[in-house]
């Protein structure tokens, strides 16, 4: 073999193994198994850029958006997702039903705040009038609960879906209501105003958290999976304007508004922990409101909880 020839080979052979590594490659990513996420198209989510961040040979995090908080609760019920993030109530009551999921972290903390009309200028105005809550089984609830029995004072419940809470603020269908982001601060936007933070109601309190099934969480991935959203949760404080953009791609909501709910601290991603006692009380609050099935009275709160924060 010449020079020349040699030459040509060696120039074919570094095609072929370049080719080959392509080929390879995509096959390795055609073939990762899918670790499906379950979320809402809301702030509290946000750390569902993860699946961006996450890096594995074999596997990948896959979101799967929902429209309501029952058929996610619903798709988690039938195994049809491996995890989800999820409003502390309704996972309880999960659990409780007999659903195999553990809580392993929070999504955030804090993140909402009673929105009202113009007219309304102090808590005690909220006596009698229409708030809007996304569902009994909710932490806004909870909330709004502590909140109305501080100040002493009623409120008519309305349950209404987050994305109809705006138009129903603006034309005076509701006087007020409590919600994830965007939806609060998406009415603030046309003219309604943040009457107070649910930070300063309750610091630090938890709303939805992050539920694995057993399945996942006994699996040889789930240690890298949490690295995923605990690395999600950092980029979303050291970097909170990057962060809202990726989150708007993937949410589908403004990203001025994201970026202003995690610039002006209305939202937390600094503090993933959950704690018995916190998921305590809220067991208790649905008892109290008569809420909780039988299964959930007797529920210990240590088999829904995972350690791993």
């Given at each position: 073999?010449n020079r020349r020839n040699a030459l040509e080979f060696?120039?074919?052979?570094?095609?072929?193994?370049?080719?080959?590594c392509v080929a390879n490659s995509e096959f390795k990513?055609?073939?990762?198994?899918?670790?499906?996420?379950?979320y809402l198209p809301i702030c509290d989510h946000l750390?569902?850029?993860?699946?961006?961040?996450?890096?594995?040979?074999?596997?990948?995090?896959?979101?799967?958006?929902?429209?309501?908080?029952?058929?996610?609760?619903?798709?988690?019920?039938?195994?049809?997702?491996?995890?989800?993030?999820?409003?502390?109530?309704?996972?309880?009551?999960?659990?409780?039903?007999?659903?195999?999921?553990?809580?392993?972290?929070?999504?955030?903390?804090?993140?909402?705040?009673?929105?009202?009309?113009?007219?309304?200028?102090?808590?005690?105005?909220?006596?009698?009038?229409?708030?809007?809550?996304?569902?009994?089984?909710?932490?806004?609830?909870?909330?709004?609960?502590?909140?109305?029995?501080?100040?002493?004072?009623?409120?008519?419940?309305?349950?209404?879906?987050?994305?109809?809470?705006?138009?129903?603020?603006?034309?005076?269908?509701?006087?007020?209501?409590?919600?994830?982001?965007?939806?609060?601060?998406?009415?603030?936007?046309?003219?309604?105003?943040?009457?107070?933070?649910?930070?300063?109601?309750?610091?630090?309190?938890?709303?939805?958290?992050?539920?694995?099934?057993?399945?996942?969480?006994?699996?040889?991935?789930?240690?890298?999976?949490?690295?995923?959203?605990?690395?999600?949760?950092?980029?979303?404080?050291?970097?909170?304007?990057?962060?809202?953009?990726?989150?708007?791609?993937?949410?589908?909501?403004?990203?001025?508004?994201?970026?202003?709910?995690?610039?002006?601290?209305?939202?937390?991603?600094?503090?993933?922990?959950?704690?018995?006692?916190?998921?305590?009380?809220?067991?208790?609050?649905?008892?109290?409101?008569?809420?909780?099935?039988?299964?959930?009275?007797?529920?210990?709160?240590?088999?829904?909880?995972?350690?791993?924060?």
């Amino acid at each position: 073999m010449n020079r020349r020839n040699a030459l040509e080979f060696l120039a074919g052979f570094l095609a072929f193994s370049a080719s080959n590594c392509v080929a390879n490659s995509e096959f390795k990513n055609k073939f990762k198994k899918g670790i499906k996420i379950g979320y809402l198209p809301i702030c509290d989510h946000l750390l569902i850029i993860a699946k961006d961040i996450f890096i594995s040979d074999t596997h990948e995090i896959v979101g799967i958006k929902f429209a309501s908080w029952a058929d996610l609760s619903e798709a988690l019920r039938a195994g049809a997702i491996d995890g989800a993030f999820l409003l502390a109530p309704l996972g309880l009551m999960l659990k409780a039903s007999g659903v195999d999921i553990k809580v392993v972290m929070a999504a955030h903390k804090n993140g909402s705040a009673i929105i009202a009309n113009q007219n309304i200028n102090s808590i005690s105005e909220l006596d009698g009038k229409n708030v809007g809550i996304p569902s009994r089984f909710s932490s806004h609830y909870f909330i709004l609960d502590k909140l109305i029995n501080k100040h002493g004072i009623k409120v008519n419940l309305i349950d209404m879906a987050p994305t109809e809470m705006p138009f129903a603020l603006l034309t005076g269908r509701l006087d007020a209501y409590i919600v994830a982001e965007p939806f609060g601060q998406l009415a603030v936007k046309y003219g309604a105003k943040n009457l107070i933070f649910s930070k300063d109601i309750e610091p630090n309190h938890i709303c939805c958290l992050l539920n694995f099934t057993s399945e996942l969480i006994r699996s040889s991935i789930a240690k890298e999976l949490i690295a995923a959203f605990k690395s999600a949760a950092k980029f979303a404080n050291s970097s909170p304007s990057k962060a809202a953009v990726s989150g708007a791609k993937i949410l589908g909501q403004e990203l001025n508004i994201i970026d202003d709910t995690i610039q002006k601290g209305i939202i937390s991603y600094n503090d993933l922990s959950v704690s018995k006692s916190q998921l305590e009380e809220l067991k208790q609050f649905l008892i109290r409101v008569n809420l909780a099935s039988n299964e959930l009275k007797k529920l210990d709160i240590s088999s829904y909880l995972e350690s791993v924060i």
